[in-house]
């Protein structure tokens, strides 16, 4: 397990008083004697949208803005607060392809531990186009379709390639 203890926290958001350490539900975490916060560093939600077309190919993209520039992934992004896990997945997907989706079942849920610093939880969604133009923005620069077995390197994150692996496996059409 990945150490739950934030760096970015020395001070309580509540009283601001110096935080020390204590051990709540098994792990040290940062606390105020003060007030009583407790600091229990979570991972984020994390949502990627699979969509197949009638060969089996997946749709992926070419990540152009933050880590893992030039890098393929499945379309990607965080879900807001306060926002549907599905609706995210519905407006990450339209805001990096220019496509929009009907999301449809949970395709795969895997933890994500690639960047310590930032852990997250990613849940991936099959879903069907119902309109848009393929057109990569936001954190991608170019979008295509890729057999699940053969796809473009180097690949963003190790948890596609286990989903695709599975796609490959089960060979999902749509």
Known sequence: MADSVSPDYRFCPRCGDPLGTRVRGGLPRPSCERCGFVHFRNPAVGVAVVVIDKDGRVLLGRRSAGGNVGEWCIPCGYVEWGEDIR???????????????????????????????SLTVGVWFYATIVGGTAAASDDLDRVGWFAPEDPPEPLAFPTDRLVLGDLASKRVTT
């Not at 997945?89 to 933890?111: D, K, N, P, Y």
Request: hydrophobic share 40%.
């Open 87 to 117: 609706e995210a997945a519905r407006r990450e997907f339209s805001e990096e392809t220019g496509l929009e989706v009907q999301i449809g079942e949970v395709c795969a849920v895997h933890s994500n531990f690639h960047n310590a610093a």
